[in-house]
């Protein structure tokens, strides 16, 4: 159980673009959703914290107008690299955290890597 | 704020030997959660164990086991009968019991040797 999913998986696209990834809850309701960014050989990031049907609060130095975070349902949360740049690429990570299983324990998703060019 | 150190950047272990890896955190609170993720090549964050802080007993999952001392701040992660599959990334994380958030520790890369 505690199954949380994220497409794409991989994502190339051009300096300018906008690019929204999707993170779903497949087997519980996630009233809590995280996004995280990780560099190679790095730690998690976290970029932002969602309630469901509540704005999201942004991590320090995270630009809220950047990375647009929607959080719509116990299932459902996107985040949108709006203008995305060269250095915006990476490995973007969600997670979920609700009724499920354990309430206090996130579970991940398989991450999606985007490449600007 | 709450921080979490892996001192061990890297670790090796053989096959069916047993290997330890540590964690300290530095926190003010009493109740929180505590956690290792496993991150294999595929980069899927695999839960491996959790405990909380208001348990004595350690946690077990199988091969996976803990060393929590909750007055010393750490928290070990003991790999016994290490198999191939277990060579990933491992994190430490800490929660709240009155927060959301992770802390995450740094990691350790755990390879395995045949």
């Known amino acids: 159980g505690a199954v949380v999913s994220q497409h794409p998986s991989w994502v190339i696209c051009k300096s300018g673009t906008s690019v929204k990834i999707e993170c779903r809850s497949l087997?519980?309701?996630?009233?809590?959703m995280f996004w995280y960014r990780q560099f190679p050989k790095q730690s998690l990031m976290l970029m932002a914290t969602?309630?469901?049907?509540?704005?999201?609060?942004?991590e320090q130095g995270v630009e809220k107008d950047k990375f647009l975070i929607n959080h719509a349902s116990l299932t459902l949360s996107t985040l949108t690299v709006t203008s995305a740049h060269p250095e915006d690429s990476s490995f973007y990570i969600c997670?979920?955290?609700?009724?499920?299983?354990?309430?206090?324990?996130?579970?991940f998703g398989p991450g999606t890597r985007l490449l600007v060019l | 704020a709450q921080t979490v150190t892996q001192s061990q950047p890297e670790m090796s272990v053989q096959e069916a030997e047993t290997v330890t890896l540590s964690c300290t955190y530095d926190?003010?609170?009493?109740?929180?959660?505590l956690f290792w993720y496993k991150q294999p090549p595929s980069r899927q964050m695999i839960l491996v164990i959790r405990?909380?802080?208001?348990?004595?007993q350690n946690a077990t999952e199988n091969r996976f086991s803990v060393n929590f001392q909750k007055a010393a701040k750490s928290f070990s992660l003991k790999i016994s009968d290490s198999q191939l599959g277990d060579a990933a990334m491992y994190f430490c994380?800490?929660?709240?019991?009155?927060?959301?958030?992770?802390?995450f520790g740094p990691g350790t890369r755990l390879s395995v040797l045949p």
């Open positions: 087997d519980f309701q996630a009233t809590t």
């Open positions: 969602s309630n469901e049907g509540s704005k999201a609060t942004y």
């Open positions: 994380a800490y929660r709240s019991a009155l927060g959301q958030n992770f802390v």
């Open positions: 997670s979920g955290s609700g009724l499920a299983g354990v309430w206090e324990t996130q579970y």
């Open positions: 926190t003010s609170e009493s109740d929180y959660y």
């Open positions: 405990q909380e802080a208001y348990k004595q």
